[in-house]
C-alpha cells in the first residue's frame, strides 16, 4: 500500500506545474491543459483522502469536478476556437484588448 | 381692515412681484398701474384700518396671524399692531410714498428698467410697513433689514455706473456694522426679558415692578439701548455711521425722497421712539442718544454750508434733521421728534422731489453752479421748494417751525445730565438751525435766482410733466398745514393737539416739566428760533444775490475751514486709512492669501492631489493582463498557507474564522 504522502505529494507537484504553466505559458490552449492539470491534481487529493480516511465524500467531489471540468473543456474549447478564427493568434499576449 | 392689517404691507408685496416677474415685457403705463395701484390701494386700506382703530377707541390693538419662530418658550410671531406711533408712521409711509411713486412714473419715464425700478420701490414698501405695523423685536428687524435690501438695490440701480454699485455697497456694509449693534441689543433685552414682543417688553415696565441691576445708569438696559441706538445710528445716518447717506444719492432721485429722506432713514427714530420705555429706564443711554443726534445735527449742516451737488446739499440738510430727532428723543421729547419726522417726510420728499424736478428740467445737470435764474422758468417748481424751504428753515407758519421750535424747547428744558446741558444742546441746535436757513436759502438763491450760469443755447430748460407737478403741489400744501396739529399753546387756540394724539404711546415717558414753564418761555424761544432763521436766509440773501463776489472771498479768507468742509471733514478719507485699509490688508495678506489659498485650498488639492498619486500608483496592479491576477491568486494563497502554518496561533485563528 502506498502512503497518502505521496499521493498528496504528487498532487502538490502536478499542481505547481500546473500553475507554472498557467502563468508562464502563452499558448492558449496550454494554458487550457494546465488548468485541467491543476483540477486533477486535486482530484488525486481527494482521491487519496478519501481512501485514507474511509470515507467516500472525497470521491463524490471527484465526480463534480468531472463534470465541471467536462462542461469547463466545452464552453472554453468554444471561446479558445472562436479566438483563433477572430484574431488569427492563440498567443495570449495578443488578447490585450480590455487591457489599459 | 384692522383684521385683515397684514393686507397692508402684502399689497405693496404683490405689486413688487407682478412688476419684478412679469414686468419686463409690459408697456409703462402697466407697470405704472400695478405699482401705484398697490400702493394706492394700502394706503386706503391704511386709512380704513385707522379709522377702524380710532372707531374702537382702544389704546393698542394687537393681532397674531401666525408664528413664525417657536424654540422651547421663545415665540416670534408674525404679530401686528396699532397705535399712535404706528398709524402717523403707516400713514406717513403709504402716503408720501403713494406721491413719490406717482412722481417716479413721470421721472423715470426715459429710463430702463423702468419696471425693475418699481419692483424694487414696492418691495421697498413692503418692507417698510413691516418694519412700522410689527408686534415685536425679530419681525421689526425683517422689515429692518428688508427696506436695508431695497435701498442697496435703489441706490445701486444705475449698477453700470461703478459710484452708484459702489455707493450700494457703502450703504450696505455701513448698515451691517449698525445691525451689529441692534442685534446685540436684541439678545440682551431676550436674557433680560425672555420675550422680544414689544407688548410683554414694556407691560413690565412699571417703575417698581423693575429689577433694580436692570435700569440705572450701567445696567443691562443701558447697553441694550445704546446697542439698538447703535442700530438705529446706522440707519439713520448719524456718527458715526452717516457717510453712507451723501453717497447714496447716486440713486434716483425719487429713491433718495422716498427712502433717504422720508421714510427709511427715520426707521431708527422710530425704533428709538417705540422703545422709549426702554431708553426712559436708561438715563446715560438718552444722553447719549440726545448728544449724538445734537452734534450729528450740527456737523452736517455745517459740511451742508458749502456743498456744490443739489442733492448732496439735501443729503447732509437730511442728516441734520435726523440729528434734530435724535436731539428730540435724547431729551425725551419723543412725540416732538415724531412730530418733526412726520413734518421732516413732507418737506424733505417735496425738497427732494423739487430737486428732482430741477434736474429733470436741467437734463441731469446737478451742480448749483450751473444754475440759476431758474425760478422764472420752472415757476412750479420753484414755489413748492420756496414752501419746503421755508418749512425746513423754521419760518411760520410752515410746518418745520412747530416742530423745530418744539424740539429747541424740549432741549432748553431737558433734565438729562443737568440744566447746563439741556443749554448747550439747545444753543448748539439753536446753531443748527441758522445755518439750515443759511444752506437751505444758499441752494435756493444758487439755483433760482441770479443770472443763468449754464448753456442757454444747450439746455432747454422746461417745467416737468403734471405727474411730476401734482405730487409736488400735494406735498407743498402739506408742508405748510402740516405743522398746525401741535401749533403751541401761545397761540390762540393753540393746542398741542400732536403731542396729546401720541399720549397714550407715551405717555409717562415724556420729560415732566413741559406744561410747567410758562408759556412766554416758549414765545420767546419760538421768537429767538424766528429770528435765527431769519438770519440765516438774510445772510444767505446778501452772500449769493447782493454781493456775489463776496462768496468766493468768503471761501478765500477762510482758506482752511472752507477746504475741510468742502471734503466733508475728510471723514471718507479717515474711514479710508483707519477702517478699509487695514481691513483690506487683513483680508488680502491673511485671509485671502493664507487661510484661503494656503490653508483651505491647499487642504482641498493636497487631498485631490494626494488620492490622484495614490490612484496612479495603485493603477499598475491592474495591468488587465489576466495572468498577473492569476500571480496575484496564488500569492495571496501562498501568503493564506503560510500564514496558517507559520504564524504563531495564526492558524487556528484562521481556520476558526473558517468555521
Known sequence: MVPTNYYVVLSAVLFG???????????????????????????????????????????????????????????????????????????VERVDLLKL | MLEYLWIIPLLPLLGSAVNGLFGAKWPNRIVNSVAIGST??????????????????????????????????????????????????????????????????????HERGYYRFFSYLNLFMFFMLILVLAANYVLLFVGWEGVGLASYLLIGFYFLKKSASDAGKKAFIVNRIGDFGFMLGMFLLFRAFHTLDFQAIFASSTLEGWPAELSGHLGTLTFACLLIFMGACGKSAQLPLYVWLPDAMEGPTPVSALIHAATMVTAGIYVVARSHILFAHAPTAMLVVAVVGCATAFFAATIGLVQTDIKRVLAYSTVSQLGYMFLACGVGAFSAGIFHLMTHAFFKALLFLAAGSVIHAM????????????????????????????????????????????????AFQSQYGGRNVGYALYGLGLATALLTAFYMFRLIFLTFHGKPRYDEHHVHVHESPNSMLAPLMILAVLSIVGGWFAAPAFLP?????????????????????????????????AVIAFAIALAGALFAYWLYLKRPEKADGLAKSLEPAYTTLLNKYYMDELYAAVVVKPLLWISTNVLWKVADVAGIDGAVNGIAHGTTAIGDGVRHTQSGNTRSYAVWVVVGALVVIAVIFFWPFGGKTVIGMVR
Open chain 1, 17 to 91: 506545474l500546473g500553475v507554472f504553466a498557467f502563468i508562464f505559458k502563452r499558448n492558449i490552449i496550454t494554458i487550457f491543459m494546465s488548468i485541467e492539470l491543476m483540477l486533477n491534481a486535486v482530484n488525486l487529493a481527494f482521491v487519496a483522502f478519501s481512501q485514507a480516511l474511509g470515507k467516500l465524500d472525497g470521491q463524490v467531489f471527484v465526480l463534480f469536478v468531472i463534470v465541471v471540468a467536462a462542461a469547463e473543456a466545452a464552453v472554453g474549447l468554444g471561446i479558445i476556437i472562436l479566438i483563433a478564427r477572430n484574431r488569427q493568434t492563440l498567443n
Open chain 2, 363 to 410: 437734463g441731469g445737470e446737478q451742480d448749483m453752479n450751473r444754475m440759476g435764474g431758474l425760478s422764472k422758468k420752472i415757476r412750479w417748481t420753484y414755489l413748492t421748494m420756496l414752501t419746503a424751504t421755508l418749512a425746513i428753515a423754521g419760518f411760520p407758519p410752515f410746518a418745520g417751525f412747530f416742530s423745530k421750535d418744539s424740539i429747541l424747547l424740549s
Open chain 2, 493 to 525: 387756540g393753540g393746542t398741542d393737539y400732536f403731542a396729546r394724539f401720541l399720549q397714550p404711546v407715551f405717555g409717562g415717558a415724556e420729560a415732566a416739566g413741559a406744561e410747567a414753564e410758562a408759556h412766554s418761555l416758549e414765545l420767546w424761544l
Open chain 2, 40 to 109: 394706492g390701494l394700502s394706503f386706503l386700506c391704511a386709512l380704513e384700518a385707522v379709522r377702524e382703530f380710532f372707531e374702537s377707541g382702544q389704546v393698542l390693538f394687537h393681532k397674531e396671524f401666525f408664528t413664525w419662530i417657536a424654540a422651547a418658550n421663545f415665540r416670534a410671531g408674525f404679530d401686528l399692531q396699532m397705535d399712535q406711533l404706528t398709524v402717523v408712521m403707516v400713514l406717513v409711509v403709504t402716503g408720501v410714498g403713494w406721491l413719490i411713486h406717482i412722481y417716479a412714473t413721470g421721472y423715470m419715464a
